[in-house]
């Protein structure tokens, strides 16, 4: 018997992840019958993807599991219709592309790339040198899968890395600090912020005027992680003060950021939309597939989300 396997997404998802499920599915060996529109006490795993508009779980009374496309579940780990096991996305191309935008980030505040790139104004300034980055303190809060990445890339460039987590880590070149009391060491002093603990009861509002003020005078604050990690007043207050140089924000409370927002028109920030990294088809392909068959095989799914913690 086959396995029934609904795509609940919106029409273009479904058209770009159809093909490359299959072949992966196929690759796994497992027989699946992939549809936009399977009945729900049909229905075996539900591939949740962007535009997905199924709020009412509880028809779902046979899906094994639900397979989530992206990394954030703060919009679906609260609901409480919500029973079957919750898989989010982990690898499927995101850890790379958020390597490469936190590290393109991170340069351009380190090197003071804007200098030049700004100031193409006729004056020769070979007066600015910036340290080496074994000279420059650059501190993740959140380093599980994406902000673990970063961490070891960072590290690898040369830079003092400190990784802030909940349950102690042990990454090569890094500084891992945890739990509460870590917070405020990996803070003290840091140059560069960047911030990729999920958004939880526990995170929210997790830089603020206090944490802020551990900083290092003039630090970057680069946030790809939930823009609620944030208290956008205190940030506003630290840019207007100094103690913030810049901030670079992909992420916000209201999303799209509307064009009111004071963060447009800041000098002081750099706005982009959502975009650090994106799942990517074929490599998600391959982990959706790969827990269909783990589910088929009665083995344990791989990145399952734990309701209590909400990440
Ligand atoms: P993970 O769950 O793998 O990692 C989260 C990290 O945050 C872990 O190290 C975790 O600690 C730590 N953490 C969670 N809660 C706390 C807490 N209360 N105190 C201290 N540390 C905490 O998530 P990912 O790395 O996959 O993703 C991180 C976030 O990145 C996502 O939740 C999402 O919001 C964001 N994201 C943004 C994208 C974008 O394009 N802007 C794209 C993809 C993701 P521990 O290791 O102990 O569990």
Known sequence: MSVNVLFAGSPSAW?????????????????????????????????????CEIEDFSPFVRTKAVLRLWAGVEGIVKNPTLTQPLARMVGGGLDEGMVEWVTGHVLRHHLGMDAH??????????????PLARDRKVTILGIGALGGACARALASIGFQVT??????????????????????????GAE??????????????????????????????????RGALIDDAALLAALESGQVAH??????????????????AHPKVTITPHI???????????????????????????????????Y
């Open 15 to 51: 058209e770009a992840y159809r093909d490359p499920l299959m072949a992966a599915c196929d690759r796994a060996g497992v027989a699946v019958q992939l549809a936009p529109n399977h009945p729900p006490e049909e229905t075996d795993y539900i591939v949740y993807g962007t535009g």
């Open 117 to 130: 790139i700004l100031g193409q104004d006729g004056v020769w300034r070979n007066d600015i040198c910036p």
């Open 163 to 188: 990784g802030w987590s909940r349950s102690q880590k042990d990454i090569a070149g890094v500084r891992c600090l945890s739990e509460a009391e870590g917070l405020d060491q990996a803070l003290e």
């Open 192 to 225: 560069i912020l960047v911030l990729l603990v999920p958004l939880t009861a526990e995170t929210e509002n997790l830089l603020g005027a206090r944490t802020l003020g551990l900083l290092a005078p003039g630090a970057f604050v680069i946030n790809p992680g």
């Open 247 to 264: 901030a670079t924000l992909d992420v916000f409370r209201t999303e799209p950021l509307p064009p009111e927002d004071p963060y447009w």
């Open 276 to 310: 650090a990294s994106e799942t990517r088809v074929d490599a998600a392909a391959e982990v959706v597939a790969e827990n269909i068959r783990r589910g088929e095989a009665g083995e344990p799914f791989l990145h399952l989300v734990d309701r209590t913690l909400g």
